[in-house]
């Protein structure tokens, strides 16, 4: 069998598998056991790392970072460096489709420095961003 490309990892994923009750906590595992079952390899970025730091710091959970932070660091081979031409690219993707946030942006700008063009996100948002396929629920 030949894999297929890489899946980029949103912040979500871990933040669904290691919090409480949820739908989207059966279906992290799910779609991780078909895109490993498919021969992908995850990656994500640094920003993932930064986002998980900042929600669970404003929500008070700090006791829910390394667990999150563990998820990250086990599922992604590789978690890729934000460059300030990633943040430039980022610029356009925002100034062109206004319904994602700047994180989503940065994270679009790596996915296509990197050519991926995959995400595991519950996120809508990446629904429509062109060359992105999103797989999540």
């Known amino acids: 069998m030949t894999a297929l490309g890489a899946v980029f990892l949103d912040t979500n994923v871990p ?40 929600r669970y710091t404003a929500i008070g959970r700090p006791d829910m970072i390394d667990p999150a932070f563990d998820v990250v660091l086990a599922l992604a081979d590789e978690v ?7 943040v430039t690219t ?8 206004g319904r994602l946030s700047a994180r989503d942006a940065i ?3 790596i996915m296509r420095r990197h050519k991926i063009d995959t995400i595991l996100s519950f996120d809508r ?10 797989i999540g629920e």
Do not use: C, W
């Open 15 to 54: 933040m669904y598998a290691v919090g409480g009750a949820h739908p989207n906590k059966d279906h992290v595992r799910l779609r991780v056991r078909e895109a490993i079952a498919e021969g992908r390899r995850f990656v994500t970025d640094a920003e993932v790392l930064q986002e998980i730091l900042h």
């Open 80 to 86: 890729l460096p934000v460059t300030a031409e990633d």
């Open 90 to 97: 980022a610029k356009g993707v925002v100034l062109s489709r």
């Open 107 to 109: 994270h679009v700008a």
């Open 125 to 134: 948002g990446y629904d429509g961003v062109p060359g992105i396929t999103r």
